[in-house]
Antibody, heavy 118, light 107 residues
Framework: QVQLQESGPGLVKPSETLSLTCTVS????????WSWVRQPPGKGLEWLGY???????NYNPSLKSRLTMSVETSKNQLSLKLTSVTAADTAIYYC????????????WGQGTLVTVSS | ETVLTQSPDFQSVSPKEKVTITCRAS??????LHWYQQKPDQSPRLLIK???QSMLGVPSRFSGSGSGTDFTLTINGLEAEDAATYYC?????????FGQGTRLEIK
């Protein structure tokens, strides 16, 4: 069954850009919608945005000015870039699959912790 | 933005008891409400989709109900392995949002 694996630097300096990749294995990126969700340590979940295999995306307005998502179908990978990070962006970042943009998430990746600190 | 408010925030319950977690939406969302279970150091796991549809492999003691603005997750006959934080999630409108979570402790 499909598996999702997030990867990227665990530490990012304030004001720099956070870059993460989600690799999809045992399944295709095609025909699904892929979301990013984050969770600050000990806190709740926040939807960041989604992207289709076509590249069509939709972002949470709270982050829209700093967020870019992309997809590379040949590598079965998704990417997330968040610019001008601050300590408030410290979180576990998850990628998750959905049938359509507005739908439930299943499955989720295991998540990757990104800490913003100098 | 649709705000989801869960209650309670925390509950300590004995095994075999019945647990009810509620999720209230700030506006009507039909049945576009989903429930996840998150155990410590794990990613969320989908339990219930569209208010009441149980996912394959989820124990039958978990059930969901509701529509519009009021939703309920019920666990009938709590087991030790159910210790976790439970989140509701609405997909009716963007941005999608989550409840703040309900942490369930087993006595």
């Amino acid at each position: 069954q499909v598996q999702l694996q997030e990867s990227g630097p665990g530490l990012v300096k304030p004001s720099e850009t956070l870059s993460l990749t989600c690799t999809v294995s045992d399944g295709s990126i095609d025909t699904y919608c892929w979301s990013w969700v984050r969770q600050p340590p000990g806190k709740g979940l926040e939807w960041l945005g989604y992207i289709y295999d076509t590249g069509y995306s939709n972002y949470n307005p709270s982050l829209k000015s700093r967020l870019t998502m992309s997809v590379e179908t040949s590598k079965n990978q998704l990417s997330l870039k968040l610019t001008s990070v601050t300590a408030a962006d410290t979180a576990i970042y998850y990628c998750a699959r959905a049938r359509t943009g507005r739908n439930f998430f299943d499955p989720w990746g295991q998540g990757t912790l990104v800490t913003v600190s100098s | 933005e649709t705000v989801l408010t869960q209650s309670p925030d925390f509950q300590s319950v004995s095994p075999k008891e019945k647990v009810t977690i509620t999720c209230r939406a700030s506006q009507s969302i039909g049945i576009s409400l989903h429930w996840y279970q998150q155990k410590p150091d794990q990613s969320p796991r989908l339990l219930i989709k569209y208010a009441s549809q149980s996912m394959l492999g989820v124990p039958s003691r978990f059930s969901g109900s509701g529509s519009g603005t009021d939703f309920t997750l019920t666990i009938n006959g709590l087991e030790a392995e159910d210790a976790a934080t439970y989140y509701c999630h609405q997909s009716d409108n963007l941005p999608m949002t989550f409840g703040q979570g309900t942490r369930l402790e087993i006595k």
